[in-house]
């Protein structure tokens, strides 16, 4: 009996991360960043709790003092089904969703069993570099960007002129681009949007070769998911910002200089990862709304067990679902 539960688990998330978008999409554009991100964490909390998981978040909000809802170490679920850690990004893409921006989708993911997702505490950045199937099991975070372009490029069977490599535009990239740029490669900007990144690498009709650059440890946690449900490989490595973090490193007992695998990310064999389409983009639709009625949403779902992914597009009515939500979130 466990399996046909596990498979209907795959649409439970999309409806999480379906409700979060919805919820979202009603402040794009608006420039109010905290109103999209609290309507993407009250209309995931809300369906994250009928889910029959039992489930710890790994990767949520923050700590309980800064986040009511979605915290670290937060139990969510009915707590009568499978035992999960559990990661989410209410909305990965926050400035974009306020500024009317492409790229911004919500996203959840979960791991079986207790203590199979990586913690990454207080450390907020990391390195990271991330291909698909082509090119997994040949990238090291410690060796040049440029011996790993050269290695990417031969398995995608490219020239390192023709690979677009994708890095987040942050002045604590400034190396990253450098390096890219003497080897001759291609090298696309974005402003927002690490898991979308990441996933980019491995889907079958994008160019996109390879994400690297420093940027969020929870979004890395969370491309790890997917990319094990799609074949590809993330590498990483927590990246201090200052003195204090890494005092505060060397009190913890955590080697800043370790590389952290795909499988030291997302250890478990039985990973779901559901994201939603908010602002859309290269990887997810937006969310259409038809009138103050009717939406459309765009949403994938991947199995790492089964490595399936779909994609579903979704007809919602609105005045249904304000019925069935006592919360109103999509008032």
């Given at each position: ?25 009603r402040w794009l554009g608006r420039g ?245 389409g908010v602002t859309g983009g290269e ?12 939406a459309t949403t765009h949403s994938v ?31």
């Amino acid at each position: 009996m466990a399996e046909p539960i596990e498979r209907n688990l795959g649409l439970d998330l999309v409806r999480v991360t379906e409700t979060a978008a919805l919820g979202a999409a009603r402040w794009l554009g608006r420039g109010d960043k905290e109103a999209v991100d609290q309507a993407a964490v009250d209309g995931m909390r809300l369906h994250l709790s009928t889910l029959d998981i039992d489930g710890i978040v790994v990767i949520g909000e923050g700590e309980k003092d800064e986040a009511p809802m979605l915290y670290n170490g937060e139990r969510v679920g009915t707590g009568q089904g499978m035992v999960v850690d559990v990661a989410v990004d209410p909305i990965d893409g926050t400035t974009l969703t306020a500024h009317g921006l492409p790229g911004a989708i919500t996203v959840i993911a979960i791991a079986e069993g207790r203590g199979t997702m990586y913690d990454p505490g207080p450390f907020v950045y990391m390195d990271k570099i991330a291909v698909g199937p082509d090119a997994a099991g040949l990238i090291d975070l410690d060796a040049p960007i440029a011996d790993n372009l050269k290695k990417i490029a031969k398995a995608r069977g490219k020239e390192i002129g023709e690979l677009r490599c994708l890095i987040l535009d942050r002045d604590r990239n400034r190396r990253h681009i450098e390096e890219v740029r003497a080897v001759g490669a291609r090298i696309s900007l974005f402003r927002d949007g690490d898991v979308a990144a990441a996933i980019a690498t491995a889907e079958d009709d994008e160019e996109v070769d390879v994400m690297l650059g420093i940027g969020g440890s929870p979004e890395a946690v969370i491309a790890a998911a997917a990319l094990k449900c799609m074949g590809g490989e993330i590498q990483c490595r927590l990246w201090a910002r200052n003195e204090e973090e890494k005092l505060r490193a060397q009190d913890m007992g955590t080697d800043l200089t370790r590389v952290l695998t795909t499988n030291d990310l997302v250890s478990s064999d039985n990973v779901f990862f559901a994201a939603t389409g908010v602002t859309g983009g290269e990887f997810l639709k937006p969310v259409v709304f038809t009138g103050s009625d009717h939406a459309t949403t765009h949403s994938v779902i991947m199995r790492s067990k089964t490595g399936s992914i779909r994609y579903m597009e979704a007809k919602h009515d609105l005045r249904r679902l304000r019925e069935l939500s006592e919360d109103g979130i999509l008032d």
